[in-house]
């Protein structure tokens, strides 16, 4: 089933366009990789994708079964975040905000939902540590869990493994892929092509030449071909 | 020691010391509580720039001779608030500039006011008693005790109801968005608490020492405890234990009450400063 389909559209601010004429459909349990140079416009496209910023041109629309605020997203930590007197369970929690309905307090149910992401990311040790003091890879778990408690559909992820030594970023990957096994439909903004091509079932690749498509159609791609040969992949 | 007991009793039989009491704990329990939102946002400095402004628009209230100042100065102040916050979020012009621009604008305009329309004989007295807060806490009318309580009641109530709101606006405004909080609207109820809970303060220590009300009981908190909800009650706790023993060494030592508690506000940082580096707890 159709999540979300991108027709025809142009993304940018005011000055201009950055990308244009970007079509591409996410179907429910796809894991995308958007990959592509700086400036070619993936945060611009994560953006427009989380409501943050209205296409130039196009539409995209959003499946039956997902309303727009549905969409989990991990976000790349900001200055405010790293000197935030914050405890685990206290950012996890915030992530149950969007269950539309206003209440003043969180109710046994956004309880309940915060342990259960806790654990399934393996942070329920570290629920009453203060969120500044944990290691890169700690903070991207505490934050995945946010993002689950927000929904359990789809998740876009902005360069979730930015900053995190080899081993912790190979963890990562690991625990995104699993969510994805678990049904979570997975949007990944990366750098990172070979891992994109490893773990990824589709790619989006932006830039003068764009491609969208398969793992394995853009491996045999001329397109795809120059640039995993870069990235030292066969 | 018994002297001193009698003395403050005979003080606090005195009506004026009671409502200095009672409105110096409600603003300081007010001012602490956005702290560390403010502080977290990068916005401490909002509050010197709204301080100004609520001046400018004070000056403009008694040039005009409204009786009921509030009439004038909160509705300015709290637009104020609302454009200021708003340039933080779009830049055009950066915010620390707009800031800037605004603050000294509405000092020099008021300043200006009060010396072609004077008032009163003594015009620096006046300015000086506005910026410092000199002795205006001592001088609460019944009807300003009661709008101050009023005020605080309502800041409080709204800081409870939305605080996870506020959380969830100050730790990470644009998952906040796109998971569909309305950041904008809660935007602008910080703003608008901000805005109020810089007119009341005025009365207690003067517009060119509120900042320090609003950001040094959050940053004295935040150098100890880690959780939001922890910093947040010790920075209440400690705002208004020290206004209070502020007031009471200024009735004491005959000094302005204002600068007596930012003063005290200042050893505090100081003290947990110090605890919190010998603890360990990673600097904020």
């Not at chain 1, 539409?59 to 935030?84: A, C, H, M, W």
């Not at chain 2, 009671?18 to 909002?46: H, M, N």
């Not at chain 2, 916050?85 to 779009?90: A, C, H, I, V």
Request: with cysteine.
């Amino acid at each position: 089933m159709t999540q979300i389909k991108v027709q025809d559209v142009s993304l940018g601010y005011e000055t201009g366009a950055i990308v244009s004429h970007l079509s591409f459909e996410v179907k429910e349990g796809d894991y995308l990789a958007i990959v592509g140079e700086n400036g070619s416009g993936k945060s611009t496209l994560m953006k427009t994708l989380l409501g943050l910023l209205k296409p130039l041109a196009g539409e995209i629309v959003f499946g039956d079964s997902l309303r727009k605020n549905e969409i989990g997203y991990l976000p790349q930590q900001t200055v405010v975040q790293r000197d935030f007197p914050a405890s685990v369970s206290e950012v996890v929690i915030s992530g149950c905000l969007s269950n539309g309905k206003f209440h003043p307090f969180y109710n046994k149910a956004d309880k309940a939902l915060a342990e259960a992401n806790m654990k399934r990311m393996g942070i329920t040790a570290l629920k009453d540590r203060s969120y500044r003091e944990l290691s890169g890879g700690q903070q991207q778990r505490v934050l995945l869990a946010r993002a689950l408690c927000a929904t359990e559909k789809i998740l876009l992820l902005d360069e979730p493994v930015s900053g995190l030594d080899p081993k912790v970023t190979m963890e990562m990957y690991d625990l995104i892929k699993q969510l994805n096994d678990e049904g979570v439909t997975i949007i990944m903004i990366s750098h990172d092509i070979s891992a994109a091509v490893r773990y990824a079932d589709h790619i989006l690749h932006l830039g003068e030449k764009m491609f969208f498509g398969e793992v394995s159609d853009y491996k045999k791609s001329d397109f795809g071909k120059l640039f995993l040969t870069e990235g030292g992949e066969k | 020691m018994s002297e001193l007991f009698s003395r403050l009793s005979l003080y606090l039989s005195y009506s004026f010391v009671r409502y200095a009491l009672i409105v110096g704990v409600l603003i300081a329990l007010c001012s602490s509580l956005l702290g560390v939102t403010l502080v977290l946002k990068r916005f401490s400095f909002i509050g010197d720039g709204l301080s100004h402004v609520a001046f400018g628009a004070m000056s403009v209230a008694a040039v005009v001779g409204l009786t009921n100042q509030m009439l004038i100065v909160l509705p300015v102040t709290i637009l104020c608030a609302v454009l200021l916050l708003r340039t933080g979020q779009k830049a055009r012009l950066q915010g620390d500039a707009s800031v800037a621009i605004i603050s000294v604008t509405a000092l020099a305009v008021g300043y200006l006011l009060m010396n072609v329309f004077p008032t009163s004989s003594n015009v620096s007295a006046d300015v000086c008693g506005t910026l410092f807060g000199s002795s205006s806490i001592l001088n609460l009318r019944m009807a300003e005790v009661w709008v101050s309580i009023a005020l605080s009641v309502v800041t409080v109530l709204v800081f409870v109801i939305f605080y996870h709101r506020i959380f969830a606006v100050t730790f990470d405004e644009n998952f906040a968005k796109a998971t569909g909080v309305k950041t904008d609207l809660y935007n602008l109820i910080i703003a608008v608490i901000i805005a109020v809970v810089i007119v009341l303060a005025m009365n207690l220590v003067g517009s060119l020492l509120i900042s320090a009300l609003i950001i040094f009981p959050a940053l004295s908190a935040m150098r100890i405890f880690k959780s939001f909800l922890s910093v947040t009650i010790c920075s209440t706790v400690l705002s208004v234990s020290t206004a209070l023993l502020g007031i009471f060494a200024a009735i004491l030592l005959k000094t302005p009450v204002g600068p007596t508690i930012v003063a005290g506000e200042a050893l505090v940082f100081v003290a947990f400063w110090i605890v919190g580096a010998c603890m360990g707890v990673k600097k904020a």
